[in-house]
């Protein structure tokens, strides 16, 4: 062994022996700590403002289980309909399992630390990171897919880490079992894996390329994808259809980021904690310490030039609590070799502070009234402003579609709805031109008594016009110019204003159509839309 590897061995096992912690504060209890901390500060905030969009389309889908959709693979449709019918339909109740998720984003966290090294300082460090990171807070406060990506690309990390550390191959197989539920998840955690195995072809960690345990697993990670695999041939790849659409058409999503743009939002999604993921990649890239683990640099690079090249900022998010971990290590090691241990307490209160001061622009803490005299207050232009269409409001994207006025748009269609007369009601259908809308119609409509709500976007189409002959529609959004063309008659219901939500200057148009010139059973086709 050279000396510098013995100074390295040296050192880790000082900086272990000098602690000798209780099992009350092992590296280990502390981290569940700041797991539960964690769980108490997102379901705190859980019930305030309303429901985010994709909340109400992923319910939505939750009613038409499939092994696939047009946008999205189908796990999150499947955590929803759990969610819905174990716990309830209460924002608290729906929000439960991506608190859940993030508290053990927290604790899986701070176990690869402790499986690259880390004594009880980085352990803890590594873990209050994942606490106080901006992206961190607003991704575990909404049921999305979002929340629970992180905590699968941080699994399938862990075990990739103990086969490695142990010469124990056989977490190839765990790790290949969580690449799988990954894909089922979000497809973009192909990049992490993608990544990985290049790190693994250019560090001395290839050799693992050669056990037939790494295989095995990336087989298990196939067979668990291959339900939702086969129904995008089954349904000719409707995912790359809409991909290839989106692209083509930017003022549908934004994807055309700049270099700037996208670093700028890197610092601030992690903002009180940017300086320590940083470390990160260096500790894994650079350092001695770091070298057996250096493949996780590679990944960790490649992830942010895929995203940089081809995503949107928010897409690299799950890859820093991996990088947390190594700054982690670096930060203990650096002020344990220096006498500088005394500056470890003041690096935690001062991301902590930091991380407080921002928390309000990222949860929904404040008043709405306050947020956005609060959001000026720091001089801090906050990321992610709208991902959808040209939105007109003052709140950041991620809040602002919380702000959509669902409740209100759902009251004025009952009214609509309950000013026609009885013998319409019962052949009287719900047209919605957005999902979001639609889906407020099928989760809050239900205290109204208001029929299920059909829309043409996204998966929603897919669901079909249930069966709804078009006679009398109460129809969302579309403009009267447009009903005149497709309906024998058009009568305004209501107009909606917005204050806060993702579009300020005007709510969506209710009207009434009767006498529909289209077919909704045979000519569906014609109101999809992406």
């Not at 695999?229 to 549908?252: C, D, K, S, T, Y």
């Not at 609060?374 to 003052?394: D, G, K, V």
């Not at 639609?438 to 069966?467: E, M, S, T, V, W």
């Not at 200057?505 to 086709?525: A, E, H, K, L, Y």
Request: aromatic share 14%; charged share 15%.
């Amino acid at each position: 062994m050279s000396a510098a590897a013995s100074a390295i061995e040296l050192e880790a096992v000082q900086e272990k022996v000098e602690e000798q912690p209780s099992r009350w504060t092992s590296g280990p209890a502390i981290v569940l700590y700041i797991a539960v901390a964690k769980l108490i500060v997102q379901l705190l905030t859980a019930s305030r403002y309303g429901f985010h969009v994709d909340e109400l389309y992923f319910l939505g889908c939750s009613e038409h289980l499939d092994w696939g959709y047009i946008d999205q693979p189908p796990l999150i449709a499947l955590i929803t309909f759990v969610a819905r019918h174990t716990l309830g339909e209460s924002l608290l109740a729906l929000r439960f399992l991506p608190a859940l998720a993030g508290a053990l984003l927290v604790w899986v966290t701070g176990s690869i630390t402790r499986e690259i090294g880390g004594a009880r300082y980085a352990q803890a460090l590594s873990a209050i990171a994942v606490l106080v990171c901006p992206a961190y807070l607003f991704m575990h406060h909404l049921l999305t897919m979002n929340a629970f990506e992180p905590v699968l690309w941080a699994g399938c990390v862990y075990f990739a880490v103990c086969s490695i550390r142990r010469d124990a191959p056989i977490n190839w197989l765990w790790a290949g079992a969580i690449a799988g539920l990954g894909l089922e998840n979000k497809y973009t955690i192909a990049t992490l894996l993608f990544g990985l195995v290049v790190g693994l072809v250019f560090t001395s960690a290839r050799k693992w390329l050669a056990a037939w345990q790494f295989w095995a697993g990336g087989a298990f990670a196939m067979l668990i994808f291959a339900p939702n695999l086969i129904w995008e041939i089954a349904h000719h790849f409707p995912f790359l259809q809409w991909q290839r659409f989106i692209r083509a058409n930017p003022g549908v999503q934004t994807f055309n980021f700049s270099v700037h743009d996208f670093l700028v939002n890197q610092v601030l999604l992690t903002l009180p904690v940017f300086a320590l993921w940083i470390a990160g990649v260096w500790f894994f890239l650079l350092s001695a310490r770091g070298r057996r683990f250096r493949f996780l640099g590679f990944a960790i690079l490649v992830v942010l030039g895929i995203c940089l090249n081809s995503g949107k900022p928010y897409y690299a998010i799950p890859i820093y609590a991996i990088a947390f971990t190594g700054g982690a290590i670096a930060v203990e090691g650096f002020t344990n070799r220096s006498n500088w241990r005394w500056l470890r307490s003041i690096f935690i209160i001062g991301i902590v502070a930091v991380g407080a001061v921002l928390a309000p622009c990222f949860l929904p803490i404040l008043p709405v009234e306050r947020f956005v005299p609060y959001e000026r207050s720091l001089h801090l232009p906050l990321p992610i402003r709208s991902e959808f269409y040209e939105s007109q409001s003052e709140f950041p994207g991620y809040l602002a579609w919380e702000l959509g006025g669902w409740d209100e748009i759902v009251a004025a269609v009952a009214r609509v709805y309950n000013a026609l007369p009885e013998e319409e009601k019962s052949k009287t259908g719900i047209l919605a031109q957005f999902y979001g809308e639609a889906g407020a119609i099928d989760l809050l409509g239900k205290k109204y008594g208001l029929p299920k709500a059909i829309c043409g976007q996204l998966a929603y189409h897919d669901f079909g016009p249930r069966n709804y002959t078009g006679d009398v529609m109460i129809i969302i959004g579309y403009s009267p110019a447009a009903l005149s063309q497709a309906c024998r008659s058009v009568q305004l219901g209501a107009t909606l204003e917005n204050r806060y939500g993702y579009d300020s200057q005007r709510g969506p148009i209710v009207n009434v159509c009767r006498g529909s010139r289209i077919d909704f059973q045979r000519n569906w086709s014609v109101f999809k839309h992406y």
